[in-house]
């Protein structure tokens, strides 16, 4: 085995040996005090001569023994099986011969199990990744109260929209949510939110896959390349895992050609078990939802008062005008295949505040209100009359704050 994996072995040796202290237990009768020994009293091969107790509890500590070195080498062949590929044959057929003529003296083969699933709730043992899944939903909507600022429309779409999708025995098809609004509002937050709750690993999990417009297919002279690739990707996703969050930022500049490759994935589900979903994050629609917000703030409204009753139909305007356009992306609001736009709107001065606190406390460094003050006023502020929305929203704002470092 390679020096990496060594480091894992060893932890895992730590684990498996405390869960065979708990597991196998002591042997004295409960409430009984054990008679004091020597330090080397077993190694000399000394029983202390208490009577039947003593001579019992000697036995059962040779049996537990035995027992701990048959479970190890028979379990570190089963995990560098499983999860390295590695001595498979060999593992196979000595199962073959230990289920024929031998057994583990204590521990059986139940116990083996068992500790295949601790290891599988540390590592990623499961061929489908599925052992990683949480789904956390309430974790999820408590955070998005927490520390996401400024957008009570986002958080109420996206918690109903999954909880309701998670709890679809039958979903006919995918779930696709369309994030809109200016940059620095929060919408790679929430994916990246959503990733770490409904995922053990978050962005890392095998079951997630990140794709960038301008990062993964810059060239339109290489589409169809980039169209097979795309393709292929997703499938090998949908195949390895039965929950699959797939996020398409800068969903705007989608070439048509990658847009027809998604289709057929967000249309119907392969199996009833497989629950895909769909996050494109867009900066189309801004200019709509920052009317709406600015409209009511001149009126005196407060913007918990803006509702998708309001604003949905006038966003889905904007964005069927953008598909005019050439915006592949906004097509696939006329094909229905997107079941919740979701609008963030933008920032003010107080929610910049807000995101200068999370940045200082998620660094540990100390600050006052006049500091935060500091921080806000070095963003720019729109429209020129009003000065009422950042526009860079809270993009920036971890970055400002290293002007304010000792």
Not at 218 to 244: M, W
Not at 301 to 315: D, G, Q
Request: glycine share 8%; with cysteine.
């Amino acid at each position: 085995m390679g020096q990496g994996r060594l480091p894992a072995l060893r932890g895992l040796g730590c684990c498996v040996l405390l869960l065979l202290l708990v597991l196998l237990g002591g042997s004295g009768s409960p409430g009984t005090t054990p008679p004091p020994r020597g330090p080397w009293a077993e190694e000399q091969g000394a029983v202390p001569e208490r009577g039947q107790w003593g001579r019992a509890r000697y036995e059962a500590l040779k049996k537990h023994l035995g027992a701990v070195s048959a479970l190890s080498k028979q379990y570190w062949q089963y995990v560098a099986c499983k999860v390295w590929q590695e001595g498979c044959e060999a593992e196979e057929k000595e199962r073959e011969e230990r289920e024929s003529s031998w057994s583990f003296p204590l521990v059986g083969q139940d116990y083996l199990e068992i500790l295949s699933a601790l290891y599988c709730s540390f590592g990623k043992c499961c061929e489908t990744g599925d052992c990683r899944i949480i789904n956390n939903i309430t974790g999820l909507e408590a955070d998005l109260g927490g520390q996401l600022h400024g957008q009570h429309l986002a958080k109420q779409v996206v918690v109903r929209a999954v909880q309701g999708f998670l709890q679809n025995p039958r979903p006919q098809k995918a779930l696709v949510l369309s994030f809109h609004g200016w940059s620095g509002t929060g919408k790679n937050f929430v994916a990246r939110m959503v990733a770490s709750h409904l995922y053990q690993d978050g962005l890392k999990s095998d079951c997630v896959r990140v794709f960038v417009s301008l990062l993964h297919f810059p060239h339109h002279n290489y589409v169809d390349s980039y169209k097979a690739q795309l393709q292929r990707q997703i499938s090998e996703t949908l195949q390895r895992c039965r929950q699959p969050l797939l996020i398409f930022d800068e969903a705007e500049k989608l070439h048509s050609s990658l847009l027809d490759a998604i289709k057929p994935f967000m249309a119907h589900h392969n199996t009833d078990l497989q629950r895909s979903i769909f996050l494109f994050l867009s900066n189309l629609g801004g200019n709509t939802i920052n009317e709406v917000a600015l409209d009511f703030w001149r009126a005196g409204r407060a913007r918990e008062e803006i509702s998708m009753e309001l604003l949905e139909p006038r966003l889905r305007l904007e964005l069927q005008e953008a598909a005019e356009n050439s915006y592949a992306h906004s097509h696939l609001l006329r094909e229905n295949l997107v079941d919740f736009v979701v609008p963030f709107l933008p920032l003010e001065y107080h929610h910049v505040k807000l995101c200068a606190r999370d940045a200082f406390l998620a660094r540990g460094l100390p600050y006052t209100e006049a500091t935060l003050d500091e921080v806000a006023q070095m963003m720019v502020f729109v429209p020129k009359e009003e000065k009422l929305f950042s526009a860079q929203g809270c993009k920036s704002v971890p970055q400002r704050i290293n002007y304010f470092l000792p």
